[in-house]
């Protein structure tokens, strides 16, 4: 495998991942929001609910603040690791 194509898969796992930590914040219209009112109980995920006509404006807030890449970056990173710990034998 030439060092582009090693760059290549590395930059489409790294967005992946990437993608999938993000969808995993818990805003009603992103997947971490029913994943988390599955697990709260029924009047609190009445609430979180209830969130979902200001997630949007929250969404928009978050991408334009620092906030969410404190967040992501170091969770992408670990997975990352991780992710090339356990693939690192058939490389």
């Not at 929001?33 to 978050?62: N, T, W």
Request: with cysteine; aromatic share 14%.
């Amino acid at each position: 495998m030439t060092a582009g194509v090693y760059l290549v898969f590395q930059m489409i796992i790294e967005y992946n991942i990437g993608f999938g930590i993000f969808n995993l914040i818990p805003l009603p219209p992103l997947d971490g929001s029913h994943v988390l009112m599955q697990l709260l109980p029924r009047d609190m995920a009445y609430k979180l609910a209830g969130l979902e006509r200001y997630s949007f404006l929250i969404l928009i807030v978050l991408l334009m603040t620092p906030v969410l890449s404190m967040i992501l970056i170091p969770c992408r990173a670990l997975i990352w690791h991780i992710f090339s710990l356990l693939l690192s034998p058939f490389f």
